[in-house]
C-alpha cells in the first residue's frame, strides 16, 4: 500500500531550536509538496520539486527555512532558528506531474508533523 | 499571483444537500480538484474536473465549473455524519504548481 510518509508525527521543541521534518513520497512520484497548515492561514504552499530539483520556493520564509531533496526517497524541510510562530502541521505531498490523458494529477498527502515551538 | 478562496464553515442537517464554493483567478488552470480532510489526517482527493467541462457527476457528489466567473462548486447530497470534514479546493495549471484554498470545515447535525 504506497504512501507518503512523514517524521516525526509530533515535534515539541524550544524557540531557536533547530527542527528538521523527512518525507519519503511514493516511489516513481516525480513531484513534492511541502505544505503548512494553520488555523489562521489555510494551507500555504512553501516549496515543490519536480524531479528533485525546486521548482518554487517563494512561499518559504528563505532566513530561516530550508526545502532539500538529497534523493529521490527523502524530502527534507529544515527550520533554524524555529519560533513560536511555525507552530502548525506541515505536510508533504507527492504526485506524478501531468503529461497526457489518464493522470488526474492527483496529489497524495502524508499525516504531517504536528510542530510546536514554545 | 494565483489565489484560491472558500468560505471557512458551513454547517447542514443530516439528509440536506451540502454546497460547497470555490473562487479561482489563475485562468491558465487546466485541472480543478476537491480534497476532503478527516481530523487528524493529511488530504485525500475526492474529485476532479477538466477545465473543459461544466459539470461532474460521481454518485452523491456533483461538481459545477464556471469558468467565466472562475467558480466551482461541489454539492454532496444526502449529508452524512460522516461527511464532516475540511472540503479543501485547489488548482492547478501547466506548470503543476498546485494551490489550495483555506478549507470549507463542514458540520452536519443529527
Redesign the interface.
Known amino acids: 500500500d504506497a504512501r507518503?510518509t512523514q517524521t516525526p508525527r509530533h515535534k515539541v521543541t524550544e524557540m531557536g531550536q533547530e527542527v528538521t521534518m523527512r518525507c519519503q513520497p511514493i516511489l516513481g512520484h516525480n513531484?513534492v509538496?511541502w505544505?503548512r497548515q494553520t488555523m489562521m492561514?489555510?494551507?500555504e504552499?512553501l516549496a515543490?520539486f519536480?524531479n528533485r530539483a525546486p521548482?518554487?520556493d517563494s512561499g518559504m520564509p528563505k532566513d530561516r527555512f530550508s526545502a532539500e531533496m538529497p534523493d529521490a526517497t527523502l524530502a527534507t524541510l529544515k527550520i533554524q532558528p524555529s519560533e513560536p510562530r511555525d507552530s502548525a502541521v506541515y505536510?508533504c505531498?507527492s504526485?506524478l506531474?501531468?503529461s497526457g490523458q489518464g493522470n488526474?494529477?492527483?496529489?497524495f498527502?502524508?499525516?504531517?508533523s504536528r510542530l510546536t515551538v514554545l | 499571483g494565483e489565489d484560491v478562496e472558500q468560505s471557512l464553515f458551513l454547517s447542514v442537517r443530516e439528509g440536506d444537500s451540502s454546497v460547497i464554493n470555490c473562487t479561482y483567478t489563475d485562468s491558465s488552470s487546466t485541472y480543478l480538484y476537491w480534497y476532503k480532510q478527516e481530523p487528524g489526517a493529511g488530504l485525500q482527493l475526492l474529485t476532479y474536473i477538466f477545465s473543459n467541462m461544466d459539470m461532474k457527476q460521481d454518485q452523491r457528489l456533483t461538481v459545477l465549473l464556471n469558468k467565466k466567473d472562475k467558480h466551482l462548486s461541489l454539492r454532496i447530497a444526502d449529508t452524512q455524519t460522516g461527511d464532516s470534514a475540511i472540503y479543501f479546493c485547489a488548482e492547478s495549471s501547466g506548470t503543476y504548481k498546485y494551490i489550495f484554498g483555506t478549507g470549507t470545515r463542514l458540520k452536519v447535525l443529527a
Open positions: 507518503v513531484t509538496f505544505y492561514q489555510g494551507l504552499l515543490y519536480r521548482l518554487d505536510f505531498a504526485g506531474a501531468r488526474t494529477g492527483e496529489l498527502f502524508g499525516e504531517g
